[in-house]
C-alpha cells in the first residue's frame, strides 16, 4: 500500500516582508521596536545597528556603533529606550537612544561575566539587569551603582535565560540539558527546581507569563513544553525540526508557538488543539514485549542460552523493547511527532489514517513548515 501525501496549502507560507543586509558576521540578536517601523540588531561582526524604514521602503542604519568585542546577546527596553549588549569578552554595556532614533549614548559598563555573554534581560521595577554567560553563571548587578549583587553558577555553560518578572523567578538553560528555576533576591538567590527532560544542551527558552508555561528547544531537535503554573509536571514534547531548535516565539492572542532550527525551518505550532502527554520511558531488564533479555541481564541469559539484546523505547506507550519488536516507524502528530520515530508493532497497528487526516491536516497541530516538509505514516508494500 503506498503513502498518501497530503501537502500544507499554499495560502499558509509566508510573506518576505523586507530583508535587511549589512552585518559582516553572524547576527546574534534582531529586535523589532515597538510602534516604530525600526529593527535594532547585534552582531558578532562588533557593530550595533538601529534600523529605520524610509520612504523607499528600505531599511537604512540610523545608528552604526563598533564594539570593542563581538556582539553575543542582547536587550531592549522600550519606554526607558535603554540598550544592552552582552560581548564576547564577558562584558555588558548599557547605551540610550534619542528619542528619534538617531543617537546612541554609551552610558555604563557591567562586569558581569568572565566569559560570552549568551542571554541578557533587564528588569526596570528591580533596575537589575540579569545575564548569563560561557562562564557557568548566571549574574544580576544593579544598574544604578553598576554593582554585582549575586552569582549562581552551573556545572555546564549558561546558554539561555528567561524571567518572571513579577515572581523573580529566573529560567536558566545550560548545556547540560537542564533547566534550572532560581529564586532572585538582592543579594541571594535559591534553587527551587531543575527540570530533565532534554537529550542535548539547552539552546532557547521562552516564558509565558500569562499561561504560566515555559518553551525549551534543544540540539536533539526537540521542543518540549513545561506546565510550571499547573503544578501538575505536565510535559508535551514536539518534535517538527531536523537539527537543533535555536530561537521560539509564542503569541498569547493566538495561541501559537514559533519555532526555527539551525536547519533553516520554520514552523508554527497550534497549542490550542488537544495533544497528549507523551509517556515517560519505561526500564525493564527484559523486552516487555518478547521477555527476551537486555545484554546487562546477565543472569537471564545465562538461563535461557541466548544473547542480550539492546534496548529501545516505543515514543507511542514508552515501554522497553528490543528492536525485533519495535521494527516499524510512524509519525504520530497528536502527541507532538511530526516525523517518523520508533514504535513498537503493536502501538503502530493501533495508528489509524484518522490520527493523521483529522488531528494533522484538519485541526493542524503544526499549522505550516517553512522549508515545506511532510511526514507520512511509513507503509509497506
Not at 8 to 34: F, N, Y
Not at 275 to 290: F, G, I, M, V, Y
Not at 293 to 315: E, S, V, Y
Not at 341 to 365: L, M, Q, T
Request: glycine fraction near 6%; hydrophobic fraction near 35%; aromatic fraction near 10%.
Amino acid at each position: 500500500m503506498a503513502a498518501e501525501i497530503h501537502s500544507r496549502p499554499q495560502s499558509s507560507r509566508p510573506v518576505l516582508l523586507s530583508k535587511i543586509e549589512g552585518h559582516q558576521d553572524a547576527v546574534t540578536a534582531a529586535l523589532l521596536i515597538p510602534k516604530e517601523d525600526g529593527v535594532i540588531t547585534a552582531s558578532e561582526d562588533r557593530t550595533i545597528r538601529v534600523w529605520l524604514k524610509r520612504d523607499s521602503g528600505q531599511y537604512w542604519p540610523s545608528i552604526y556603533h563598533t564594539m570593542a568585542s563581538p556582539c553575543s546577546a542582547m536587550a531592549y527596553h522600550h519606554d526607558s529606550r535603554r540598550i544592552f549588549v552582552g560581548q564576547d569578552n564577558g562584558a555588558v554595556m548599557e547605551f540610550h537612544v534619542s528619542e528619534d532614533f538617531n543617537k546612541m549614548n554609551f552610558i555604563k559598563t557591567y562586569p558581569a561575566h568572565q566569559n560570552r555573554v549568551s542571554a541578557i534581560i533587564f528588569s526596570l521595577a528591580t533596575e537589575w539587569v540579569i545575564s548569563t554567560g560561557h562562564d557557568k553563571c548566571v549574574s544580576w548587578m544593579c544598574t544604578r551603582s553598576g554593582n554585582m549583587l549575586g552569582r549562581h553558577f552551573f556545572t555546564s555553560w549558561a546558554s539561555c535565560l528567561q524571567y518572571d518578572f513579577d515572581t523573580q523567578y529566573a529560567f536558566v538553560g545550560d548545556y547540560s540539558g537542564q533547566i534550572t528555576l532560581l529564586k532572585l533576591e538582592q543579594n541571594s538567590c535559591s534553587v527551587i527546581t531543575t527540570l530533565k527532560g532534554h537529550e542535548g544542551s539547552i539552546a532557547c527558552l521562552w516564558w509565558d507569563p500569562i499561561q504560566r508555561l515555559l518553551f525549551s528547544g534543544a540540539s536533539d531537535n526537540s521542543i518540549i513544553m513545561w506546565d510550571i503554573g499547573g503544578r501538575k509536571g505536565r510535559t508535551l514534547l514536539l518534535q517538527g525540526h531536523h537539527d537543533r531548535v535555536q530561537s521560539l516565539c509564542y503569541l498569547q492572542l493566538t495561541r501559537q508557538l514559533v519555532s526555527c532550527s539551525s536547519d533553516g525551518g520554520i514552523a508554527v505550532w497550534n497549542m490550542d488543539v488537544s495533544r497528549e502527554e507523551a509517556p515517560q520511558w519505561l526500564e525493564s531488564d527484559s523486552c516487555q514485549k518478547c521477555e527476551q533479555p537486555f545484554f546487562w541481564n546477565i543472569k537471564q541469559m545465562w538461563d535461557t542460552k541466548t544473547l542480550g539484546l539492546r534496548q529501545h523505547h516505543c515514543r507511542k506507550c514508552g515501554q522497553a523493547v528490543c528492536g525485533k519488536c519495535s521494527s516499524k516507524r510512524s509519525s504520530y502528530p497528536v502527541m507532538g511527532f511530526e516525523f517518523q520515530v520508533r514504535v513498537c508493532d503493536s502501538c503502530y497497528d493501533s495508528i489509524k489514517d484518522e490520527d493523521f487526516i483529522n488531528r494533522s491536516w484538519g485541526r493542524n497541530p503544526v499549522l505550516a513548515v517553512w522549508p515545506q516538509r511532510v511526514s507520512p505514516k511509513q507503509c509497506e508494500e
